[in-house]
Nanobody, 116 residues
């Protein structure tokens, strides 16, 4: 069993930055593909970024060149550095871990609000 706990959300002005963290329990973190998803009010949950076991990354077009996903296996933690934030980035951000057998784990989410 894997538990994921997100942190780092908050209120930020447009153009600002935030760094989200997701800490995982257990001993299989290095074997998980990790991802960040978000869900805005009235919208479906969408993929923001993923990082594979080998460190390959992939991003949604809407966040390319602004967001960076990274992982530190020694700390069982995945990060999402978000720069040049826009109001449309406002959402609850969720951390996801996916095993090689496609079993998924989710965190409880952290709110990000971009507003002046």
């Amino acid at each position: 069993q894997v538990q994921l706990v997100e942190s780092g959300g908050g209120l930020v002005q447009p153009g600002g930055s935030l760094r989200l963290s997701c800490a995982a329990s257990g001993s299989i973190f290095s074997a998980l593909q990790m991802g960040w998803y978000r869900q805005a009010p009235g919208k479906q949950r969408e993929l923001v970024a993923i990082i594979t076991i080998s460190g390959t990354t992939n991003y949604a077009d809407s966040v390319k060149d602004r967001f960076t996903i990274s992982r530190v296996n020694a700390k069982n933690t995945v990060y999402l550095q978000m720069n040049n934030l826009k109001p449309e980035d406002t959402a609850v951000y969720y951390c996801n871990g996916l095993t090689t057998t496609n079993r998924g784990y989710w965190g409880q989410g952290t709110q990000v609000t971009v507003s002046s």
